[in-house]
């Protein structure tokens, strides 16, 4: 693996968890094989889970971790090619990115979308002129339409548990993505990468399910089947993922925020006593209940542990491959 970008730069997903899995079992099992490396975290937006994860994943490989919160700390960033910059950028990404691949090994970046303009946003440039410069692998920590990261611990979260409990007969799960309400417009990145994983995964019936004007890009979701009911769509699920995302038509709107897309207790018991799944954070009794949250369905903790893994599984495949 030379970058990981998206499921594209995965050849066997299977074989990732696996090795995720492995990790788990075993934390300290490859603990030199990052020995005298060192990794870059950039982070243009706030986050938790991802940032220590993905530090605690390199410490485990012996590899140097260094956070740098370059949206707070740094200069602000160009990335247009052949930018006239007299505006608030104070640095060119051509000119940041070989150095930061002077000082790192690895380089690691979170970036977020405007939610302003989707031609910009699915470009995805921030993360691609980082790839072009930076003369060193780049792992996404989450870029303006994806989140390939959260969507392998996904996987991997479902793959576990269908070890521990598997179904009737060998058969395929449902698995459930569906919209919640939120108070802000939130980027589709979330719901992006989980819809190419499980498509591109291919083991499981999915179903994706929202409100009418909330659709995602075609390109993410072709082969799940939508639902505009949520009560139906639930029905005999096995696993519900629950997210809010901006609409993608007329680009990074809220339309609807109609409460009833909450899941409840009421609308779980629709499913197959599913298992509950949600990327965090979230926003309680806005997107999901605490009855749901607080419940033995939820498994949101769980999936959020397995981020270290998942990280760790993609850092020993780019070390491996250097
Ligand atoms: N799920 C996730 O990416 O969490 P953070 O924003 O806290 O990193």
Redesign the pocket.
Known sequence: MKNFVSVQDVEDIDALVQKALAHKADPLKNKTLGANKRIGCLFLNP?????LSTQIAAQNLGMEAIVFNVGQDGWALEFEDEAIMSGSTVEHVKDAAPVLGKYFDLLAIRTFPSLKNREDDYSELFIKQFIKYAGVPVVSL?SATL?PL?SLTDIITISEELAKAPLPGGRRAKIVLTWAPHVKPLPQCVANSFSQWINAWGKADFVITHPEDYELAEQFTKGATIIYNQEEALKDADFVYVKNWSTYDDYGKIYTNNPKWMLTNKRWLLTNNAKVMH???VRRNVELSDEILDGPMSIVTQQAGNRVWAAQAVLSEILNAK
């Not at 986050?47 to 940032?51: E, F, G, Q």
């Open positions: 986050s938790m889970r991802t940032r989450e989140h959260q990327c965090l954070p």
